[in-house]
Nanobody, 117 residues
Framework: QVQLVESGGDLVQPGGSLSLSCGAS????????MSWYRQVLGKERELVAH????????YYRDSVKGRFTISRDNAKNTLTLQMNRLKPVDSAVYYC??????????WGQGTQVIVSS
């Protein structure tokens, strides 16, 4: 059974930092491209950052470039999103996604990030 479990969401002040983690189990992690998405209630889920299965190809949405860093540890089956200089507009539920043409697509349950003073 595939499981993606996000953690690290919290309430943080503007300008602060958080590190989100996604632990994967039940799949061959190195087969999967990994992504972080976020969603605000009433809005569509949006792609925040993506890293391919090798870790060499990375994408960020424009609004987080220079502030967020996505990384993966294939030995530990873990995906990380380091978020710095957080803004209130970054408040959302953050989801981890695993995608592979061989294995399919899987989502985690999400972790809440609130940026507020």
């Amino acid at each position: 059974q595939v499981q993606l479990v996000e953690s690290g969401g919290d309430l943080v002040q503007p300008g602060g930092s958080l590190s989100l983690s996604c632990g994967a189990s039940g799949l061959t992690f190195t087969w999967y491209d990994m992504s972080w998405y976020r969603q605000v209630l009433g809005k569509e889920r949006e792609l925040v950052a993506h890293i391919d299965r090798t870790g060499r190809r990375i994408y960020y949405r424009d609004s987080v470039k220079g502030r967020f860093t996505i990384s993966r540890d294939n030995a530990k089956n873990t995906l990380t999103l380091q978020m710095n200089r957080l803004k209130p507009v970054d408040s959302a539920v953050y989801y981890c996604k695993a995608e592979s043409s061989i294995g399919g697509t899987f989502w985690g349950q999400g972790t809440q990030v609130i940026v507020s003073s």
